[in-house]
């Protein structure tokens, strides 16, 4: 990526970073902390205790009034009548012909009250494009809400530990992919039991200036255990996981049923919304490809745009790739035409001109055990 | 960490330290924390010929892999197994335990072209003042 002419924006909880002695890194416009301790070992913090990240990066909107469920559902391809008060879904905003446009999170605070979290490098182009599809005399005011606020994420088997300490009710009570707001440290706080690593965790959004506050009290000191984490190690455990980054596994020359997000897509409800009638022809044709997961069977990096080879033939690239802490392997994502994505196919992957024997394997490559 | 000021540095910051006429050959402090956790090694075997300043290799750490360049010309006589089978050496002892292999040097009068510790710390001091 080439660097943006504009300057690097920084999140509420920049100082913090460089207080912590943290290697910063342009990222989507934004100075971020890449890594604190090490990639690795604030990987296995949060596989193993808890880690602590900003995500003040991503963008924050809010959709509110009478008309905000209405108006949101004819965005994103969830049903958002189907999200209760104090839920949360995943979801996709699509093209008309089906192309991704981002993938989103839906929180639904309040009856009539939606937070939609963006990715960073879309925030600004998704709050334009939602705001031209506001029709005149909708009772549905869209507000961007990223300057305001700060966000965090606490991930972690010991993740909701450290959130009772802060907000015990909470910690005890809040199920998965649920959200509430309650009063935290004498401000009003927005939590979700949510994340983006593969593990148990929380997403707390705060105003901005309540946010060093709370970065400090959720880490609480080295004793306590909780690592700050930077965007290394955040790719490394959503990979893990096996959830789709933006821009590298799906964009707009992607649809989510071929990506495997079909669980986001509701067509039942009949609402048109954007990318409807494309993605229902993709359906009913079958998809012609779609997102596996690959794991490497000999020793070396695989890394994003190797080419994937099957019986000697290019059949497509990996999106994204790396080395996986929890496995002790390479592992990635890529597209794959469907009757070579089935578990088990023996793949060879181009690194840098050297075959890596390769096989398709279970999505995830990392499932958190119940227990815990 | 210090740098040695037993052996030898080149730009692309590896190190070679030269006993009878053999260079054990790694990379500097400065470049393992720059990588940052490494994970793959892609060393030549022993016997392979090197030349100076060629492609040696390639290191591999979690965020990205980098090209590896051999500080001297001359014949790989060993590779240190122990870094292949924990590329950690490297951050953990990148002066010591995590060298890469030893080349038989085909023409000494090569390290002449190399960088001092000194020299080599005034490269990192200004990179660092970018």
């Known amino acids: 990526m080439t660097a943006a002419a504009s300057p690097l924006r920084h999140t509420p909880l920049y100082g913090e970073h460089l207080a912590l002695g943290a290697r910063m890194v ?17 990987h296995h913090a949060v596989r193993r205790r808890a880690g602590l990240f900003d995500v003040s990066h991503m963008g924050r909107l809010t959709v509110e009034g009478p008309d905000a469920a209405a108006f949101l559902r004819s965005l994103v391809t969830y049903d958002v009548a189907r999200i209760a008060v104090g839920e949360g879904h995943y979801a996709v905003i699509c093209r008309d012909d089906g192309g991704i446009l981002d993938d989103v999170y839906v929180f639904r605070p309040g009856e009539e009250r939606l937070l939609v979290v963006v990715n960073a490098a879309n925030a600004q182009r998704i709050g334009e494009w939602a705001r031209a599809r506001l029709r005149q005399g909708s009772r549905a005011v869209l507000m ?4 305001e606020t700060a966000m965090l994420a606490l991930q972690g088997p010991e993740a909701a530990a450290h959130l009772g300490a802060l907000a015990p ?17 004498g401000t009003i706080a927005f939590i979700s039991r949510t994340g983006y690593t593969g593990e148990d965790g929380f997403e707390l ?16 000191g ?45 067509f039942d409800d009949g609402a048109d919304f954007v990318g409807r009638q494309a993605l229902l022809r993709v359906r009913e044709a079958g998809v ?39 496995l002790g392997a390479s592992i990635g994502l890529g597209y794959l035409p469907t009757e070579l994505a089935a578990v088990g196919t023996e793949l060879a992957v181009d690194v840098r001109g050297k075959p890596l024997r390769a096989q398709v394997v279970q999505r995830p490559f990392y499932k958190r055990g119940k227990a815990g | ?66 090209d590896l360049y051999s500080p001297v010309s001359g014949e790989v006589a060993e590779v240190n197994e122990a870094v292949a089978n924990h590329p950690e050496l490297v951050n953990e002892a990148p002066y010591e335990e995590g060298w890469l292999v030893r080349v038989r040097l085909a023409d000494p009068a090569e390290l002449d072209s190399l960088l001092t510790a000194e020299q080599y710390d005034a490269l990192i001091a200004e990179a660092q003042a970018e």
């Open chain 1, 26 to 42: 342009p990222f989507a416009g934004w100075e971020m902390p890449l890594q604190f301790a090490g990639i690795v070992e604030e």
């Open chain 1, 288 to 326: 012609a490809r779609q997102l596996a997961c690959v794991r490497a069977l000999e020793r070396g990096v695989m890394r994003a745009g190797c080419p994937l080879l099957h019986d000697g033939r290019p059949v497509g690239r990996l999106t994204s790739g790396g080395f996986s802490p929890t």
């Open chain 1, 205 to 220: 959004v705060v105003p901005a200036a309540d946010g060093p506050g709370l970065w400090r009290s959720a880490l609480g």
């Open chain 1, 144 to 147: 961007d809400r990223q300057t």
């Open chain 2, 1 to 66: 960490m210090p740098t040695p000021t037993d052996r030898r540095y080149t730009k692309e910051h590896e190190w070679v330290r030269v006993d009878d006429g053999v260079g054990t050959v790694g990379v500097t402090d400065y470049a393992q924390d720059q990588l940052g956790d490494i994970v793959y090694l892609d060393l030549p075997a022993a016997g392979t010929p090197v030349k100076q300043f060629e492609k040696l290799g390639e290191i591999e750490s979690v965020k990205a892999v980098s």
């Open chain 1, 169 to 185: 009710a909470v910690a005890q009570s809040l199920a998965a992919r649920h959200c509430t707001e309650v009063e935290l440290g």
């Open chain 1, 222 to 266: 080295v004793e306590r255990g909780v690592q700050p984490c930077g965007l290394g190690a955040r790719d490394t455990l959503r990979l893990e996981a096996a959830l789709a980054l933006y821009g590298n596994d799906i964009d707009e020359s992607t649809n989510p049923l071929e990506a495997g997000l079909g669980w986001t897509v509701t």
